[in-house]
């Protein structure tokens, strides 16, 4: 079973990264916004080019996400990663 020391640790580290992705997210949304504006004032309005870094950078957040919410292994499935590499 883990020690006390050990779940202070990952909880600690947990926690960081859920505000270092907080972090993230808060830099997407207000640069998307800024670049939406600057399209509005600056466009005809033919190509919403902001659509751009838009997408490219909601991947990066999209997989950022993942490793900060993804569901961890459970026991049941190291064990048997475990098993197989024995």
Same mark, same amino acid.
């Given at each position: 079973?883990? !020690? *006390?020391? !050990?779940?202070?640790? +990952?909880? /600690?580290?947990?926690? =960081? =990264? =859920?505000? *270092?992705?907080?972090?993230?997210?808060?830099?997407?949304? $207000?640069?998307?916004?800024?670049?939406?504006?600057?399209?509005?004032?600056?466009? !005809? %309005?033919?190509?919403?080019?902001? /659509?751009?870094?838009?997408?490219g950078? #909601?991947? #990066?957040?999209?997989?950022?996400?993942? !490793?900060?919410? %993804? +569901? $961890?292994? #459970?026991?049941?499935? /190291?064990?048997?990663?475990? *098993?197989? $590499? +024995?």
């Open positions: 079973m883990t !020690d *006390e020391g !050990d779940l202070l640790e +990952r909880a /600690i580290a947990n926690l =960081k =990264k =859920k505000r *270092e992705f907080a972090a993230h997210l808060l830099a997407y949304v $207000l640069v998307n916004v800024f670049l939406v504006a600057i399209w509005a004032v600056t466009s !005809d %309005g033919t190509l919403f080019w902001p /659509i751009f870094p838009i997408l950078w #909601g991947i #990066g957040l999209v997989f950022h996400a993942w !490793d900060v919410y %993804g +569901r $961890l292994p #459970g026991e049941e499935q /190291i064990h048997r990663e475990m *098993e197989r $590499l +024995r």
